[in-house]
């Protein structure tokens, strides 16, 4: 009898060891499946035995560099294997920028595993990394917010469904009772309230730019801001059909909205009084938006921020109180329209800043002209 209670004990012991040791293998680090090397260069890691064919997908230069980038073109390129199964590719060095890759394996494409920072684009899960080295790409790295960012769900009484909001405060709302100034930022086609958290790192940009005292402390209001119904509850849509959905941007939804989302969160939040207290910038369609919102409530955003926008006649200003701010690159796809709107402004003596930039209608043209345009606003 006793031998088998010790056979017992020892065979209990061994399956606790051997679980112990499970855990532990289990618990080890997976290796980084990008490697960030010394002259710029970037090598991407697959570690699938069982593919038979594994590529790379990046908004990066693959092979040669591309002198004038006029959209967020993706580039392919096939994966070496090695005696271990291991895939491997090392691009050319790279510019400081962020970036953002996904792997195709056998013809099925998926984010990095190994890489939890990861964002939607269109349709799809990209995995991210970014190259720092210059002081423009280093506002977009923070090892955690020092400020507060809510998520908060307004229904407005004229539509059917809830509107989601980004809200950022900045850490100096919550070391006071002050009110602060308060900045709208719009995404543009195929995007919703995440765009310019995910691919335009907006509030890593402003709590740096705030630290470094080139911003004013400010609430970032970054809103859901498609036509009902639309995009901002479909997320799965192709960008051809969001495109077929434009014409709804027209019965401005979004815009008309805006005086009771407004009141709703100054009940929130301490919002500084509406007359000299708002801002309001966006790009491409939410460009548009903004040109919208700034004529249809006069005297109500002392600066708008008009990045690479989609605009026509119909958004000319109709005063000259606001100071706008338009940002566009040579390449962009609306250069045409951005030029026209710009002469406009001129002939009705309206104030405005022009920024112009190299490159097309993409990320990396509109957080730059974020991080611009907030140094401007509300110093007055």
Known sequence: MKKHIVKFYNLLIILLLGTCLNGVKAQEPVKDSIRLNADGSVTFVYRDTASKKVKVRCDCKLRREKPIVK???????????????????????????????????????????????????????????????????????????????????FQSPDEKKPRRILVYTPPQYRDSQDEFPVLYLLHGL?????????????????????????????????????????????ENLSLMKNIFLYPAWNRLDFERCFPAMDDYLSGLYRFAPRLGGRAVAGLSAGAKQSCNMANMYDSTFVAV??????????????STYSRYWIGGGVGDLFHYRINGFRKKLQRRHIPYTMYNTIGGHTWRNWRVYFTEFVQTIFWN
């Open 71 to 153: 959209r967020e073109n993706y580039h392919e390129i096939k994966m070496n294997r090695d005696e271990a199964g291991q895939w491997t590719y090392t691009t050319p060095p790279l510019a400081p920028e962020v970036y953002t890759y996904q792997f195709e394996h056998d013809g099925q494409r998926t984010p990095d595993p190994t890489n939890p920072d990861s964002v939607r684009v269109r349709t799809e899960k990209m995995s991210v990394f970014t190259i720092a080295g210059t002081p423009q790409t280093n506002l977009y790295l923070v090892d955690s917010l020092r400020g507060r960012l809510d998520t908060v769900v």
């Open 305 to 318: 921020g008009l990045f690479s926008p989609v605009v026509s006649r119909k958004q000319i200003p109709h």
């Open 190 to 234: 195929n995007g919703n309230e995440m765009a310019w958290l995910d691919r335009g790192h907006a509030v890593q940009s402003l709590e740096n730019l705030i630290e470094m005292h080139k911003a004013k402390p400010m609430i970032l209001v970054m809103p859901d801001a498609n036509p009902e119904e639309v995009i901002g509850t479909k």
